[in-house]
């Protein structure tokens, strides 16, 4: 019998860092950070040299570190950790395309994207894919960001993807048949779609392409273990640095495929992982900075608001929603809920905590609905975030006077009253929404633009929706942050 050619491979995979940095005490256990996470990855390094650890994408944004120096102190972080090959998501985009390319330049390990072009030349920006050798196996790692998720970027005219999953398939099948007469051994596509979205990709892969996994990122999706689609493993390593995902794989050398594995996600703590102390003296560094810039005190509060869950109204959405409604004098204001990145605020509140909350440099816009056009878009949102299917939603928190009742089951509004008055069809209301959700009202909210537009142009009301609340909260003391489930869903 001939004996098979076997090499093992040891693959650590993260996605969805967003600026998770620190370690915190948990139960007198250190638990997350980069300072462990290196030090787990070089250990398994040094005790398996065919290791090779990638990232998918959304290492930015979620901390003051990367908000302040917009980036640049998470590229240097990385560049500590060292990552063998990283994929984009769309946070990486955050910052301009322009900055990001800037960004790229101060990376010490490869970033790929097949699918991120220039419009008017079909250029990509990225290496669309790198073959990496281990042990002397050609491994080839392709990383995809699809124009749903990166809707970020659709105010850059220059900026286009592939459209869609089966764009994206083609290309992929693409770049594979291009090494058709070079010996790859194993396949890797390395995503940041969701988990969803990953699962159809695999069923449109041909099997004669030879990927063996996707290493996704968006969704923050946590396994128990991998899923199996048309032969091709997928995984995903749920969000932050508090575990990483690893994979011992036997590959078949002869027919270039996937022997047999293990695959499981490491806590990243103490009790697992030694620290790298040289990493920790680089983020305290630039800790050190946010500290003495975003320490000032804007207000307190009676208690703290909350932000458990972007899928359900909270304390701290009904918090930004009324201070944005009361400083511009608006009917509705309409926050996505995803724009809300921290799990509570308060009750001190300091301009680090308000940023931590909502990085983001965005513009209120001022736009009018009819009551017909509120709640169809209302229940558009409504539908696809409570839709499994759909990785591309947007939750909304509401400001005082909405009530929504949405059921699951039958898929409509039970109910949906403002000021305790049912909303009618021919009422016109001044809303507020992040100019972001406005340039994707169509994906969103399902509302034509150009009939809205039609009506009454959108108008700026403010050029930076967190300096606004700034503002708010300087002018107000002992705020009282009320839990109303403005939104409610039933069976």
């Not at 969805?16 to 462990?36: K, P, Q, R, T």
């Not at 809707?151 to 459209?163: C, E, N, R, W, Y």
């Not at 359900?312 to 926050?335: E, P, R, W, Y």
């Not at 509004?413 to 305790?420: D, M, P, Q, S, V």
Request: aromatic share 8%; hydrophobic share 40%.
């Amino acid at each position: 019998m001939t004996q098979k050619n076997i090499k093992h491979l040891t693959l650590l995979h993260s996605n969805d860092m967003h600026g998770d940095f620190l370690a915190e005490e948990i139960d007198n256990e250190l638990v997350g950070g980069v300072s462990l996470l290196s030090g787990y990855v070089n250990q398994v390094r040094r005790d398996n040299p065919n290791t090779l650890y990638m990232i998918a994408g959304d290492m930015f944004r979620g901390s003051l570190i990367d908000t302040e120096f917009k980036g640049i102190s998470t590229i240097e972080i990385m560049n500590v950790l060292g990552p063998d090959i990283v994929s984009l998501g769309n946070h990486e985009l955050d910052y301009g395309i322009a900055h990001l390319l800037f960004l790229e330049r101060c990376c010490k390990f490869p970033i790929v994207n097949a699918n991120i072009y220039i419009r008017p030349t079909g250029m990509r920006l990225f290496q669309s894919h790198k073959i990496l050798q281990v042990d002397g196996m050609k491994i080839l790692v392709m990383g995809l960001l699809t124009e749903d998720i990166m809707s970020k970027a659709k105010s850059d005219m220059l900026l286009g993807t592939f459209v869609d999953l089966t764009d994206a398939a083609r290309e992929v099948g693409i770049i594979c048949n291009s090494y058709k007469n070079v010996d790859i051994d194993f396949t890797i596509l390395l995503t940041h779609i969701g988990f969803a979205e990953d699962l159809k990709l695999a069923e449109q892969l041909d099997p004669r392409w030879g990927v063996d996994v996707i290493i996704g990122g968006h969704s923050h999706t946590y396994l128990d273990a991998p899923a199996e689609v048309n032969n091709i493993l997928i995984v995903q390593a749920g969000i932050g640095t508090d575990q990483i995902g690893r994979f011992e794989i036997e590959v078949n050398t002869d027919t270039n495929s996937v022997e047999s594995y293990t695959w499981e996600t490491v806590p990243v703590d103490d009790a697992h992982c030694e620290r790298n102390e040289e990493l920790e003296h680089l983020i305290y560094d630039f800790k050190k900075v946010t500290d003495e810039k975003y320490g000032a005190i804007l207000t307190s509060m009676v208690r703290k608001a909350t932000h458990p869950s972007r899928y359900q109204s909270t304390s701290a959405g009904n918090l930004f929603c009324d201070a944005l409604k009361k400083q511009f004098g608006l009917d509705i204001v309409m926050l996505g809920s995803g724009s809300l990145r921290a799990e509570e605020i308060g009750p001190i509140i300091t301009v680090g905590d308000l940023l931590n909350m909502y990085p983001y440099d965005e513009t209120l816009v001022r736009i009018e609905l009819t009551g017909k056009e509120l709640k169809r878009g209302i229940l558009h949102a409504m539908k696809k975030s409570f839709s499994a299917k759909d990785n591309d939603s947007e939750y909304y928190q509401f400001s005082k006077g909405i009530h929504i009742v949405y059921s699951t089951g039958s898929r409509v509004l039970t109910e949906a009253r403002f000021n305790g008055k049912e909303i009618q069809d021919d009422a016109v209301f001044a809303v507020g929404l992040e100019l972001f959700h406005y340039n994707n009202i169509d994906s969103f909210l399902g509302l034509d633009r150009e009939a809205v537009e039609g009506r009454k142009q959108a108008k700026t009301v403010t050029g930076n929706i967190r300096t606004a609340i700034e503002e708010y909260f300087r002018e107000h003391n002992a705020l009282r942050p009320v839990y109303e489930k403005r939104t409610e869903t039933t069976d």
